[in-house]
Structures are given as C-alpha cells and as structure tokens.
C-alpha cells in the first residue's frame, strides 16, 4: 500500500508537448508510472512518447478515466490550468511549477478546499512511490521499496534522506514534496495523516527548512494524533534573519520561523530531532524501521 498513487492513478501531463514535460513523461513512463494523457492547447491529436495528446483536460478525462494530473506549465498560466483540473474532475493534481503569484496560489488552495482535491505544491518536487510509480521529477533510483514515509519542503534533501535510507537497506513507503512556497496547497499535518492512516508506514521523516511555520503545525498533530515514530531535520539553522535561503517559504522574520523554534515544538512532542541527514540511520536502528 501507498498514499495518494497506487495501481489504480491515471495521470494527465498538463505541458507534456514542452521539453520538460517531454523529458519527465519519459521517466515517469520509465518508471512504471501510468500516464494516460497529456494536454497542450493546440496540439490535441498528437502524441508524446507514445502518450495521447489533447486540448482539454475534460476531454483528456472522458477519452481515458484520468483521476490525477501533474502540471509542467509556466507559473502565470497556473491558475487557469488548475481551476480547469478541477472542474474536469481530477482529485489528484501536483503542482511543479515555481514562481506563481501568491493571490494566485491562495485562490488555488481555496478552490481545492472546495472542490475536496488533493493538491501538491507549488515548487514541489512531486510524488514518488518506490517500485510503483511517480509523478514528478524525483531521480527513482535514489529510492527502494520499504516501510518509512518520507514528506519534505525540499526536493534535494528528500532525495538525500531516500539515498541515505536506501543504502542502509530502509526503504521506504511513498515519498511526498509538499512544495516550498510561503502558500502551499497541502498543509504539513495532512500529509501526516495520510501517513498515520497507512498501515505499510512504520514512521515518518519530516524534512523541514527556515520559514514559514508548517513544522510548528506539525507539531501540534503530532503531540494530538501521531502514534508512528517521527524524526525529523530542520535545514538553515545558520540562516541570517531576513535573508530568502532559497525557496519562496524559506525566510526568517524575527524570532518566527527559526530552525532552533521549529526543533523545539517538535522535541516537545517526542519527535527525534536529526542533527545531520545521516543520523536518520541511527533512528531506523533505534526503532527497528527495516524494509
């Protein structure tokens, strides 16, 4: 079992015609994902990689049963292409793309609120189930099938904390990019739940970074409804006050959105804090988190 993909996902690829939609239908495809679909404005009729194109998502669910779609779309034509999922149908959609308009991203979520759609990022690195399927950009062969769930703010370090996992023989259960922006989609603590609710998920690795305060709302589901062990790292601990460290979400203002607060509200809750990515191991032996 896994959380949100499974045997039963059928993806649309919103951009598929562009280059990098083009490149990732091909690992997606490659990995074992099902891509039934893609949709490009102009271009329906074609193929990529074997894949049907077509004008509209609505289109593209009535012709093949799609239920979930992954956007590589420029960030100004997000909103539209979104809301169009949405009415569609579609329950399942992942947001790649970065730089879309805060207003843009706050309208998105409520709609999604609305419509009872699952929806990931923006700036997100995407979904990733070892062995099964991915949608996104995630390398698959970083990650192995296993028992510890994996949610994170940062693309890059979750791929560390899978090879790290992986070469320590822990694999893991489904891999979730929430997205790193300062208005995500999908808060933290529902990505937890999906978690806790997963009986093929022994525990949970929470990467984290400065800003924003997702870990704090974290830690209070945790401290109320988490049963599964939780560790969790905090990246930017160096981080200067004011300074963007790189994602939209990542900035310190006074004393909110810390490492050192964000690693307090979790001890608090009995989390493990991970000093360093490579501690993760001594937390699966501590445990005993195998595959």
């Keep these: 079992m896994s959380i949100l993909l499974d045997d039963s996902t059928r993806v649309i690829v919103q951009g598929i015609t562009g280059r990098i ?16 679909a893609g949709v490009t404005p102009g271009k329906g009729g074609t193929s990529v990689e074997g894949v049907p194109v077509f004008d509209s998502v609505e289109e593209a ?24 999922t949405v009415d569609a149908g579609v329950k399942l959609i992942v947001v790649i793309p970065e730089h879309i308009p805060v207003h843009d991203m706050m309208k ?28 996104g950009i995630m390398p698959g062969s970083l990650f192995s099938p296993g028992r510890v769930g994996i949610v994170s703010r940062s693309g ?27 208005v995500v989609l999908t808060n933290l603590p529902d990505i937890l739940q999906l978690f806790e609710d997963d009986r093929d998920t022994d525990g949970v690795v929470i990467v984290g970074e400065v800003g924003g305060e997702q870990e704090e709302k974290a830690a209070y589901f945790i401290m109320e409804k988490m049963t599964k062990p939780v560790a969790a790292y905090v990246a930017g601990r160096y981080a200067p006050e004011g300074k963007r460290m790189g994602h939209a979400g990542a900035l310190i203002r006074g004393s909110a959105g810390t490492a ?32």
């Design 108 to 135: 998105m979520r409520a709609y999604a609120i609305e419509k009872e759609v699952f929806a990931l990022g923006p700036t997100t690195p995407g979904i990733l189930v070892p062995g099964k399927g991915k949608m």
């Design 260 to 291: 050192r607060g964000k690693e307090e509200a979790l001890r608090a809750t009995g989390a493990e804090i991970l000093e360093s990515p490579i501690h993760v191991a001594r937390w699966t032996r501590k445990h005993n988190l195998r595959s």
């Design 61 to 84: 669910v009535t012709r093949t049963g799609a239920n979930a779609s992954i956007f590589f779309v420029p960030g100004p034509a997000v909103l539209d292409a979104f809301l169009e």
């Design 156 to 182: 890059t370090l979750s791929y560390e904390f899978g090879g790290i996992l992986s070469e320590i023989r822990v694999g893991q259960s489904t891999v979730v990019g929430m997205g790193a922006d300062p």
């Design 21 to 36: 939609g083009t490149i990732q239908t091909r690992w997606m495809l490659a990995y074992g994902t099902r891509v039934v």
